[in-house]
């Protein structure tokens, strides 16, 4: 009989399979705890609207003394109305809007053509020109708030919304101006030099082809400096002198009466109003946004 040498048989391999257990639990742990962040952000992003939308239909004493997370008992309806009529809510959309619009006009007209005179016509310094532009993006804006409001107290322009405007446009500038240059960038230039040929000038161009053509990326970056200009509180608080003048954002700081109480339920009432309204807007409008985002980056 033939002995069998039980030493030199071969042995089964089992660290490979514990190398692969090992890697699927891996990302089994590393795809939950991705999961478990997004949910976390979700929460964090998604809770305080929940709670704002709720407490809008709470009475006063609901809000001051049931928990955050209860439900309110019913739906008071009349907050929404307090809001906009005793509120003066659509008084404050009104400024909002008339502070707004004229900006915008200005903030894309103004950049588009800055925008097209630094990245298609030619001429000396222009990239010194568009590199002192962006710099005003570098500038904190609570810096020039202070000489911006002695310029306008010493102008006599202080009660009026010229303050707001003339910010806002200075403010908007920069990147406006930076980004439709991106836009301008991927415009092909054989379409501006057959233009040219048959004796085109600079305004038929930026106005026949170049609007035209970046019109995804104008309309992006509108919807974008409407939401800056809409939402913002610092400027306009700074420079509202007349409380009849002001915006929405400001508006809702009026929300209480003369002895100081803060009447919640109209309150939150426009807060939702202001946000959700905003919201709406931009998910209507968000395809366009994304294809405006990306018009730049590929040329051609």
Do not use: C
């Amino acid at each position: 009989m033939t002995a069998i040498n039980v030493e030199t048989a071969p042995r089964p391999r089992t660290g490979a399979p514990r190398r692969q257990s090992g890697t699927l639990a891996g990302r089994l742990t590393g795809g939950l705890l991705v999961k478990l962040l997004i949910a976390v952000i979700i929460i964090a992003e998604i809770y305080p609207m929940f709670w704002i939308l709720t407490n809008s239909f709470k009475t006063k004493s609901e809000i001051v003394d049931e928990p955050l997370w209860s439900l309110p008992g019913g739906l008071q309806w009349h907050n929404y109305v307090d809001a906009w009529t005793t509120g003066s809510l659509g008084h404050y959309a009104l400024n909002s809007l008339i502070v707004t619009v004229p900006s915008l006009i200005l903030i894309l007209l103004l950049g588009a053509a800055a925008g097209f005179a630094l990245e298609v016509m030619v001429w000396k310094g222009r990239n010194a020109v568009l590199f002192l532009i962006v710099g005003g993006m570098m500038v904190p804006l609570q810096m020039v708030l202070l000489p911006l409001f002695t310029i306008y107290f010493n102008l006599n322009i202080s009660d009026s919304y010229l303050p707001l405007i003339i910010t806002y446009v200075g403010h908007g500038l920069p990147l406006t101006v930076f980004m439709m240059a991106t836009y301008f960038r991927a415009v092909p230039r054989e379409l501006f030099e057959a233009l040219a040929i048959e004796g085109g000038g600079p305004f038929r161009a930026f106005f026949s082809i170049g609007l035209p053509l970046i019109r995804n990326g104008l309309f992006t970056i509108g919807l974008l400096q409407f939401f800056s200009v809409w939402n913002d509180l610092l400027i306009a608080l700074t420079f509202n002198v007349d409380s009849k003048l002001s915006t929405i954002q400001v508006g809702l700081l009026h929300f209480s009466d003369e002895y100081g109480s803060v009447d919640y339920g109209p309150l939150f009432a426009a807060i939702s109003i202001t946000v959700f309204g905003t919201l709406a807007v931009y998910l209507i409008l968000n395809q366009q946004v994304m294809r405006g985002l990306t018009a730049g980056s590929v040329k051609g």
